[in-house]
């Protein structure tokens, strides 16, 4: 379609379905559910990764030592961040959001199912699918989430708490699922649970596609028509390039998979420079808001360092808790993958505990730059809480309590529901003009840097004993955190209006 109609779409949904889900419109059922069902698969599969990776080949695994496996499973959530940068751009000028969550949420039951297939060149080719899938998908349903309300709509806020919670049961119901199966029959059993689920949430959305805004084919922003034709062309024509020459590479033995995460790595973390760079020298940028960018280096750092511990609850925390920690709780055993369901439960209870909590306070509530630190602070704290049960034992064999793992869970989830909720928000009202809309990119990419940076660290994990590892990490955490509500009156000097 041409770029003439594409901006004379409605952008609401019918007027019948406005306060049919909860006082909300009925659009956010579909969109909720489609993300339960892609944060179980996602989330799911990302709990037993880890394990698959570092299990023996006898038991169906891929025989990696500890600290490979959890590099590999940073250098995947890398590409997905990385890749997510690239799905908002394809939304807005070539596919449009409904387009771009379809096909999204296709590669990523394709790349499930892939993983189900019991061989390592399938586990490869699925995670390379479910990587492109999610960043076409995650970038572009909270956008229409956004569609579904006016600006002016009150309503907004409490249906993004809704939507963030349909996120968090899928978050806690995937490792349950994937977890037990993957124990129990095989891990090919739990990636086939995750590819189900992301099925089911491709069919509830299709069905209720008529109560979406922006569900029409055009793109909101979309290129002109030779544009969009070489646009098309450079991606197909550069996707096949990059494919032809890592093949080549594989095969002649230089791509490696430590040479594909290092790659990533580097990647990851000149990209979001350049962004800066370029938004900090852009003509179309004013002196006032170059001046609030400044801060917004210090939250995206901020957002690095908490989002490097975050990860791991899915890498070396799990690890740490299939060697190291009793899976069982008054007498009821379980998967040590079930652990990172306790993330999720954390999530759903705190959000709206931490919404209220900011409502009664109303103006003597913290300055976001605060919540923001006091939540990279919880983060280094529940890496700090696992120095004492794994310090003072002579050997490895000691299993900790469950409550520990529990305990620090608890303290991430409590770090992660302050940060992302302020973040987000002041980022936003940070951004200058000229790249509003590459504001939600600029978050992806603080993401993908945590990632690319903890696919190098945790490389050390098993090299150095289990106290150092987390004592160090968990200390520069709470250090940065605590250097942040030292910058707190700078902060919030240049960061105004924000509160």
């Known amino acids: ?21 909860f006082g909300q419109p009925r659009g956010l059922m579909t969109l909720s559910g489609l993300e339960v069902w892609e944060r179980f698969s996602f989330l799911g599969m990302q709990a037993i990764l880890v394990l698959f ?22 250098a995947y959530g890398t590409l997905v961040y990385l ?11 070539i596919l449009g959001s409904y387009r771009a969550v379809l096909y999204g949420g296709i590669l990523i039951a394709c790349g499930h199912y892939s993983m189900a297939v019991p061989t390592d060149a399938m586990t490869w080719v699925g995670l390379g699918l479910i990587s492109a899938g999610t960043g076409l998908l995650k970038p572009n349903v909270a956008s229409m989430v956004g569609k579904l309300y006016r600006t002016d709509d009150e309503r907004r806020d409490a249906g993004f708490a809704l939507y963030y919670m349909g996120i968090n049961i899928g978050a806690f119901a995937g490792p349950l699922v994937t977890g037990w199966l993957g124990d129990h029959v095989s ?11 992301m099925t089911f949430g491709l069919i509830q959305y299709v069905a209720g596609r008529r109560h979406l805004a922006g569900r029409k084919h055009a793109a909101e922003f979309a290129l002109a028509p030779d544009a969009m034709r070489r ?15 890592a093949t080549v590479l594989a095969l002649v033995g230089w791509l490696t998979i430590d ?24 003509p179309r940028v004013t002196a ?40 069982e709780i008054l007498g009821f055993t379980f998967p040590a993958s079930w652990y990172a369901s306790a993330l999720g439960a954390f999530e759903v209870a705190l959000a709206p505990v931490v919404a209220a909590t900011w409502v009664r306070m109303g103006k003597r509530q913290p300055h976001a730059s605060n919540k923001i630190a006091f939540g990279v602070i919880l983060g280094g704290l529940s890496f700090l809480l696992m120095v004492l049960p794994t310090s003072g034992h002579a050997d490895d064999t000691y299993k900790m309590a469950a409550w520990w793992i529990v305990g620090s869970y608890l303290l991430l989830g409590l770090g992660d529901v302050l940060l992302e909720t302020s973040g987000l928000s002041a980022s936003s009202k940070l951004a200058p003009k000229a790249f509003a809309s590459q504001t939600m990119a600029l978050w992806f990419l603080s993401l993908a840097v945590a990632n690319g940076i903890q696919a190098q660290v945790v490389k050390l994990y098993g090299e150095v004993s289990n106290p150092a590892y987390f004592g160090v990490n968990g200390a520069i955490a709470v250090a940065v955190g605590i250097a942040m509500i030292a910058a707190a009156p700078w902060l919030k000097r240049t960061m105004h209006p924000v509160h």
């Open 1 to 21: 379609m041409s770029h003439s109609t594409a901006g004379t779409e409605p952008t609401q949904p019918p007027p019948e379905d406005d306060h049919a889900f």
């Open 53 to 74: 990776f570092a299990d023996t080949v006898a038991n169906g695994g891929m025989d990696m030592d500890p600290g490979t496996a959890a590099s590999v499973s940073a």
């Open 83 to 93: 890749v997510s940068v690239a799905g908002g751009w394809l939304a807005d000028r």
């Open 187 to 197: 891990w090919h059993w739990g990636f086939s649970a995750a590819a189900v689920g």
């Open 231 to 245: 646009a098309v062309r450079l991606i197909i024509g550069g996707a096949v390039v990059v494919a032809v020459v």
């Open 259 to 282: 040479r594909f995460v290092d790659v990533l790595t580097v990647i990851s973390i000149i990209a979001p420079i350049t962004y800066f760079v370029v938004m900090f020298k852009s």
């Open 288 to 327: 006032e808001e170059r001046g609030r960018l400044r801060p917004y280096v210090v939250l995206f750092l901020g957002s690095v360092v908490f989002n490097f511990i975050l990860f791991q609850a899915y890498s070396t925390m799990i690890l740490l808790a299939s060697t190291n920690a009793r899976t």
